[in-house]
Structure formats: C-alpha cells, structure tokens
C-alpha cells in the first residue's frame, strides 16, 4: 500500500480508495459503506460494501442470455464491456483479478439497454496517473482466459478490443496489444487456477443451456 501511493493501511483500507475512485468516476463496482483496521504486528482490514442488488456473473449471464442474443446484440454487449474496461484503466485503475467472476452484469428495466458492468474484487487494484501497458495486457488476457469459447466467440473477443481501443490511448497499437493478449492468455490458461475458473465456466454454460432446452 506505501508503494502504491496508500499509506501502511491495510488491503481493506486500498480497496476502500479505490472503489471511492471508481465511483467518483461513474464506474459500476459496490458502494463502500465502512472500513476499519485494527493496528499492531498483524494489522487486519476491514470493509464492508453494499450489495449490488440483481447482479450476476459474466459468465452466467452469457451462458443463460448468449443464444438469444442477435450477432448484433453479442457486438453490442462485447463493445459496452470493452469501453467500460477502457474507463477503468483511463481512470487510472487496474484490475489484476480480471477474471470473467469479477465483472457482474445488472439487466436494466428498460428494453433494448445495455446490462450495467460492475468490477468487483478489488483489493488488488492499484491508483496511478496512467495504466501500464504490460499491466493492461494481463487485465485483458485475464478475462479472455477466463472465458469459455462457447459463449464467447473469436469475433465476440476481437470486438471487445476493438471497442477498448477505440476508448483507450491512442499510443496502443491495435496488433500488437491483439498478438500480446493472445499470448499471455495462453499462458495464463496453462496455470491450474485458471483451468478450473474455465472449468467452473464450461460447467455453468452446460447447466444453463440444459436448463433453457427443458423449458
């Protein structure tokens, strides 16, 4: 936290800034409610956010809405996730844990709006005047590894980059940025962690799509 610019609090106390930051902002994430610590050798946080009422999983909510969906929708959706990606690095805030468990989706009420993005699980996140490039290349490959192909297609993927390039800084080149996080997905996806996160992914479209052929 010292090194992030924090001070010696605690991840509680970080998270706490942050998720002031991003609403400051108007990024989707829970609202922090109270954050305490208790000092001494071992200092412990503590943060307690309020929920984000009818928020489901990325991955859920692909895996139950995707065949429905129009190819057009699918772009649409893939270029809002894309953008608000963008606005969180260009607020300055990285996501280490970009994992597809860590973006919620909230269904608006009104018909043909965008379901609003939340991040959640910040504790990570760093603040900072601008967002490496490398640390941008591992958010996205984060989520590109964490998501299954089967309910994110190759064309799903391009657009979503696409989408954040358009909102990002005009310093990133379109291929390479491409070529990058293909790359470290790759490897990210050979690591055990990630391999069950997909795994839990697969399994969750597979249940949802059963479920939805029943009705």
């Given amino acids: 936290n010292w090194l992030a610019g924090l001070g010696w609090g605690t991840k509680a106390r970080r998270e706490w800034h942050v998720l002031i930051a991003m609403k400051e902002a108007g990024l989707g994430c829970a609202e922090p ?16 956010l309020r929920e984000i009422p009818d928020a ?13 969906m129009s190819v057009e929708q699918r772009r649409q959706l893939a270029a809002h996730l894309g953008r608000e990606v963008a606005r969180l690095h260009g607020t300055g805030i990285d996501h280490p844990d970009l994992f597809s468990k860590h973006i919620l989706l909230t269904s608006t009420r009104e018909s043909g709006q965008l379901p609003q993005v939340s991040f959640i699980d910040m504790q990570r996140s760093k603040m900072r005047r601008f967002v490496p490039i490398a640390q941008r290349i591992h958010d996205l ?23 954040y390039l358009t909102y990002g800084p005009p310093s990133l080149d379109a291929r390479h940025l491409a070529a990058s996080v293909r790359r470290r997905s790759r490897r990210l996806r050979a690591r055990r962690k990630i391999r069950e996160l997909l795994e839990i992914g ?4 597979l249940t949802l799509s059963d479920s939805a052929k029943a009705l």
């Fill in 141 to 163: 490959a984060s989520l590109d590894a964490t998501l299954p192909p089967s309910i994110a297609s190759d064309a799903d993927r391009l657009t979503f980059l696409q989408s």
């Fill in 56 to 68: 489901i999983l990325l991955g859920s909510y692909l895996a139950e809405h995707r065949a429905a």
């Fill in 33 to 48: 409610v109270v954050v305490a610590e208790r000092t001494g050798f071992r200092p412990q946080g503590y943060l307690v």
């Fill in 202 to 205: 697969r399994h969750a479209a």
